[in-house]
């Protein structure tokens, strides 16, 4: 069975301020993805970034960047900075095949 | 990015009446999409998983004859939800499974939603 928690219901926090979203996985599976998607107030869901589980290198893309650590299950996410439009629901999947995600963190940055 | 579509965004509709949606692929092929539904301040739960050329698998709890499926061409798959009630009213979402790279590392990519409310 597959698992995905994000413990952080809701952030909120002021613009310039980093935002860390913190996922934690279960799997039982040697080979899957991890997703980061965001789901601004109009509800489309945003693609963000991808990893396969023998990536383990962190990304950095523009104010964004995730930390894969296999040996804890987490891929944590950091908006560094964060402006008014990151404003949105944040969701973290994890897949073999399909995808399971997990509750999502809203993230509130008031300017 | 790959683009996915849904028709149409918003839809109302009376108690005992079916509706569909439409979930297209626009610029690549997916032989797969899946159906997700969304309730208010609550994450993407999958429906099913729809396969071109054959059945949808249904996720557990999820009644295959009130929520029809068809995936009819590799780029096209319909929901269709029968016989409407005020609880099925929520944020349909679709994905379509896009199949890239020599690794064969995929990612799933969603369309906009719709809205469906059933009065």
């Known amino acids: 069975a597959q698992k995905v928690t994000q413990a952080q219901t809701e952030i909120s926090v002021v613009e310039k301020e980093d935002v860390t979203l913190d996922c934690v996985y279960e799997?039982?599976?040697?080979?899957?993805?991890l997703f980061w998607y965001k789901q601004p107030p109009s509800g489309e869901l945003v693609f963000l970034i991808r990893r396969n589980s023998f990536d383990e290198q962190n990304e950095i893309s523009g104010r964004y960047s995730w930390n894969f650590q296999k040996s804890t299950s987490s891929f944590n996410f950091t908006i560094t900075a964060s402006q008014v439009v990151d404003s949105a629901v944040y969701f973290c999947?994890?897949?073999?095949?399909?995808?399971?995600f997990g509750a999502g963190t809203t993230v509130t940055v008031r300017a | 990015g790959a683009v996915v579509s849904q028709h149409p965004s918003w839809v109302i509709c009376k108690s005992g009446t079916s509706v569909k949606i439409e979930c297209r692929s626009l610029d690549f092929q997916a032989t797969t999409m899946f159906w997700y539904r969304q309730f208010p301040k609550q994450s993407l739960m999958l429906m099913a998983t729809?396969?071109?050329?054959?059945?949808?698998?249904?996720e557990q709890g999820v009644e295959k004859d009130k929520f029809l499926i068809n995936h009819a061409s590799l780029t096209l798959s319909t929901l269709t939800v029968t016989s409407a009630h005020p609880e099925d009213s929520s944020f349909y979402i679709c994905s379509a499974r896009d199949l890239e790279g020599v690794l064969g590392q995929e990612t799933q990519y969603f369309g906009p939603g719709t809205r469906l409310l059933v009065l």
């Open positions: 799997t039982r599976d040697t080979t899957y993805y």
């Open positions: 999947a994890l897949s073999e095949y399909k995808l399971s």
């Open positions: 729809s396969n071109e050329g054959s059945k949808a698998t249904y």
